[in-house]
């Protein structure tokens, strides 16, 4: 298996979610890795760590995905690797809902995202996002 950890999601991949279409609710498994100093294009921004920096957006970016429907069910600080081997360990996972597919791209794509996606790139030396949906109760 290979990994690309990389920061922002490429035009084909945004084009392949969308194709999947359907109305469910999806989630998004966030896997981060954090800068050890934040990377600003912007000499004046302060010098902080690379998760202070994320947290600059990840604040602001969770109020919004509440007021559109979605929320973040589970986040937390990557501890150890149990099963399997991989050359550097996520520093944070997260699991965040959203109302569907499209929801998930309008609001990634909204200008309030634009406006402190700045933060994200300069906090992120890395991530995967990887989207889930519900599998099928399996007593139903």
């Known amino acids: 298996m290979n990994v690309e950890n990389a920061v922002m999601p490429r035009q084909d991949q945004i084009v392949g979610l969308l194709g999947l279409g359907g109305e469910a609710p999806i989630v998004m498994l966030n896997l981060l890795k954090f800068r ?10 302060p010098k902080i760590s690379g998760r202070e920096a994320y947290m600059r957006y990840g604040e602001p970016m969770s109020a919004l995905v509440a007021a559109k429907g979605g929320r973040v ?4 600080n990557v501890d150890a690797l149990v099963i399997g081997e991989v050359g550097e360990l996520w520093d944070s996972a997260a699991i965040v809902e959203y109302p569907n597919r499209a929801a998930f791209v309008a609001i990634a ?3 309030e995202v634009q406006a402190i996606g700045h ?12 989207q889930c949906t519900a599998m099928p109760d399996a007593a139903g």
């Open 109 to 111: 794509s909204s200008p």
């Open 119 to 130: 933060h994200r790139q300069a906090g992120l030396a890395g991530q995967l996002l990887i």
């Open 73 to 76: 069910l589970f986040s937390a």
């Open 36 to 45: 050890d100093v934040a990377d600003y294009d912007d000499p004046a921004e």
